[in-house]
């Protein structure tokens, strides 16, 4: 099934990509993305220990499940205001 | 600025993610109640320093359909713990200047202190909840600035 990543912030600027689409397998988790994002993007690994997912622009916890066609988040820790 | 971007809703106001410079009277006519007798109103700014380091100006990034939906959240929050009667809620995105507002919230209650206590409730609030990003500019460099991880239902 496919989805859509969304990077902001930093993560943006570090993967040059604002927005990709991916394959996943069924099942796969919020927190399974982590694996294939560091392996895609190298050089944004440390910055994964700290980012926050959305799903369909609601926060996720890393054990939501993905469906096909989600709209998921990469947020860094947020600075507004 | 229109302020046209009202929800809705009896009670949630104003939430607006802006490109451009955000118009305080507007803010402010939006809320606008014979009912209340105290308003508050709360400016973020651009400062020309951080952490010891002068800042020359500032952008902002936010996810956008995101954003609105939990600057709304923001307001309903406000809206649960104390009896305000009108809310509005602006945050600017792009590059800002020293000086020039980012955030605009406006809380207006039939008291002083309800208006006061649920301004500061909002934007404590929205920082912990609403995905902005902003990054420092200096004389000699940029940074995203050091953010906290959202809190999450």
């Known amino acids: 099934m496919k989805i859509t990543l969304k990077f902001f912030g930093q993560l ?10 991916i394959q996943v397998k069924e099942d796969t988790m919020v927190e399974d993305l982590i694996w294939v994002l560091g ?10 220990k700290v980012v926050s997912f959305s799903i369909d622009n609601e926060y996720a916890g890393k054990g939501t499940v993905l469906q096909d066609g989600n709209v998921v988040g990469l947020l860094p820790p947020i600075s507004g205001g | 600025m229109s302020l046209g971007y009202c929800r809705p809703s009896a009670e949630v106001e104003v939430v607006q993610l802006t490109p451009e410079k955000i118009d305080i009277e507007a803010l402010l006519q939006g809320v606008d109640d014979h009912a209340t007798g105290g308003v508050v109103l709360f ?3 651009v400062r020309n320093h951080a952490g010891g380091r002068e800042v020359t100006r500032m952008d902002y990034e936010a996810y956008p359909e995101m954003a609105e939906a939990k600057m709304l959240e923001v307001e309903k929050q406000t809206l649960g713990k104390w009896p305000v009667q009108k809310i509005a809620l602006v945050h600017r ?8 507002v980012s955030v605009a919230i406006a809380v207006a209650c039939a008291h002083r202190k309800d208006a006061f206590e649920a301004c500061r409730f909002a934007i404590d609030t929205l920082k912990e909840i609403v995905p902005v990003w902003k990054k420092e500019y200096f ?10 991880i959202p809190r999450t239902p």
């Open chain 2, 93 to 100: 995105t792009g590059k800002l200047q020293l000086g020039e």
């Open chain 1, 12 to 21: 943006r600027e570090l993967t040059k990509c604002d927005e990709t689409e």
């Open chain 2, 139 to 148: 004389a000699d460099g940029e940074a995203w600035v050091e953010g906290v």
């Open chain 1, 39 to 48: 392996e895609r993007f190298p050089n944004i690994r440390e910055h994964l």
């Open chain 2, 43 to 45: 400016l973020g700014k």
